[in-house]
């Protein structure tokens, strides 16, 4: 058959018909199986990834591995999708049959006959072996990854940084918290962004001073303060929400628009500096995990 990307006429040399041979030349993994699935079709993609199974269970392919093989996958998206008839997509950690580390994201997608049944399915398979991402949450429950999110709100004082609220940060339990606010404050406000009066948004991420394996994103925004004496700040206090993760979460940040949007609403209902305290924190962090889990 002609090797993908050439520009022969791909439909008369494969024997396939005018669109079918299309298939083969996407860049992921293609089949169609039956509920049991049986395996009815497979695009080239599929075959060069884990093989030709057609007309085999598609759980088949990993006979090689102890244990797997003879019947569905523990994380089969298929399991799901027969119940609540939605598509549904896993991140999965296995091994090729030479024995490397195989990354894979796998997607049910349902086919429903005329009484609205589920009739068959397709399953798209790609392989993100590379993708750092893919990687982690193959490994890692989404739970675990956003429960590693924690937060600080501090304000611009006189000394720089001046905590309001703040988790009990993991990294920094066996030090002096109060400095490490300060720093990164100051390291933020003045060596990072000017015009802070004025600056609002999500910006990062940033490293943590001296912690080379947690990141930072930071909020910038202004909230009233009735106790403001700085006519500059026109009754307005600059403060900023530091939001501490793994640096191999990073990508937990991805929708950067819909995660500042969140932020928008929170300053929102909070309305004055005073609302900010430890209770309308922790409500936070935990409505900010609950955000992050739908974004990744």
């Known amino acids: 058959m002609t090797s993908k990307g050439s520009n022969q006429d791909v439909s008369k040399t494969s ?29 080239e993609t599929v075959i060069d990834l884990v093989g030709s199974y057609t007309q085999r269970h598609c759980f088949n392919r990993w ?3 102890e244990g797997e093989g003879n019947e569905p996958c523990s994380d089969c998206p298929a399991t799901i999708g027969f119940k609540d008839k939605k598509s549904h997509k896993v991140f ?15 997607q049910f997608i349902p086919v429903f006959n005329k009484e609205n049944e589920i009739d068959k399915f397709i ?10 991402k893919a990687k982690v949450l193959a490994c890692t429950p989404v739970k675990e990854i956003t429960k590693s999110v ?8 006189d000394l720089g940084g001046e905590i309001i609220s703040t988790d009990n940060l993991d990294f920094a339990k066996s030090e002096n918290l109060e400095e490490i606010i300060v720093k990164l404050t100051v390291y933020i406000f003045s060596g990072v962004i000017q015009g802070f009066e004025e600056q609002v948004g999500l910006f990062g991420p940033f490293p943590v001073l001296d912690k080379t ?23 307005m206090q600059p403060c900023m929400i530091l939001i501490f993760f793994p640096r191999e979460h990073y990508f937990i940040f991805e929708k950067r628009k819909a995660i500042e949007d969140f932020m928008n609403k929170k300053i929102k209902e909070w309305g004055h500096l005073l609302a900010i305290n ?19």
């Open 150 to 157: 924690q937060s600080s709100i501090v304000k611009f004082g």
């Open 278 to 296: 430890e209770q309308s924190h922790e409500e936070f962090s935990e409505e900010l995990k609950q955000f992050l889990e739908l974004q990744i």
């Open 123 to 132: 399953e798209i398979i790609r392989d993100v072996t590379l993708i750092d």
């Open 92 to 106: 999965r950690k296995t091994k090729d049959s030479k024995g490397e580390d195989l990354f894979l994201e796998i």
């Open 63 to 65: 006979h090689y591995l």
């Open 213 to 235: 394996d947690y990141l930072m994103e930071t909020y910038l925004f202004r909230i009233r303060d009735i106790n403001s004496n700085d006519p500059r700040l026109k009754g």
């Open 15 to 43: 024997g396939k018909g005018d669109y079918l041979w299309v298939l083969d030349q996407l860049p992921f993994g293609v089949s169609v199986q039956t509920i049991e699935r049986k395996i009815l079709y497979e695009n």
